[in-house]
């Protein structure tokens, strides 16, 4: 149960922007930009990096919906994103990737817990400064969401098919931003 009262039917992050509308445009536009472009990293790896962020920060909200929109843009693999959550450093996925999210883990602790020889691993792996960029601001945006959402009460959802819809309307063209 939400600390506030939440409009009717108005659940998650969705809810929070429905009480403070103003807000919304605003937190839906960044959102966007730093999750729904294919510039540098896919998307997916975009997703990846915040529901691995939000995992970290037990938000199990966030955690849920990113890895459920991380799963729609890889095929519905969602035993990809289980591996990914349990143990990023032998799942399956790019060096790369696993340098960026070692990234992430450090900033999620705190922005001086990076560090040049993770940066430097990650440009000998292929990284670029956009790609370090992104992932910077991706796990530093998640953190401020999921402390958010942790700080607003935002119930857990305990049902897996709820974050299967979520995240195939968000992948399917729903995005972030409200649509007016």
């Known amino acids: 149960m939400a600390y506030i009262q939440l409009p ?4 998650g992050m969705r809810g929070l922007m429905a009480f403070r509308p103003h807000l919304a445009p605003h937190l839906g536009a ?8 294919e510039e540098g990293l896919t998307k997916a790896e975009r997703e990846i ?28 693999n969602e035993a990809l994103i289980e591996q ?19 990234i992430a883990a450090s900033v999620q602790k705190g922005g001086k817990h990076v560090s040049e020889s993770q940066i430097s691993k990650a440009r000998e792996l292929g ?18 969401f999921n402390r958010y959402i942790d700080g607003m009460g935002i119930a857990a959802i305990e049902d897996p098919e709820v974050f299967r819809q979520r995240g195939k309307m968000i992948a399917e063209g729903l995005g972030y931003a409200p649509k007016k």
């Open 8 to 11: 009717e039917g108005a659940v």
């Open 127 to 144: 990284a670029t400064d956009i790609e370090i960029h992104d992932t910077v601001i991706i796990a530093a945006t998640f953190c401020f």
């Open 49 to 76: 990096i915040g529901m691995f962020v939000s995992k970290l920060n037990d938000c199990q909200l966030c955690e849920g919906v990113h890895g459920a929109v991380a799963a729609c843009y890889l095929a519905d």
């Open 30 to 37: 960044f959102t966007e930009g730093i999750l729904c472009i």
């Open 84 to 102: 990914i959550k349990e143990d990023y450093e032998n799942a399956p996925i790019s060096d790369k990737l696993k340098a960026l999210l070692s």
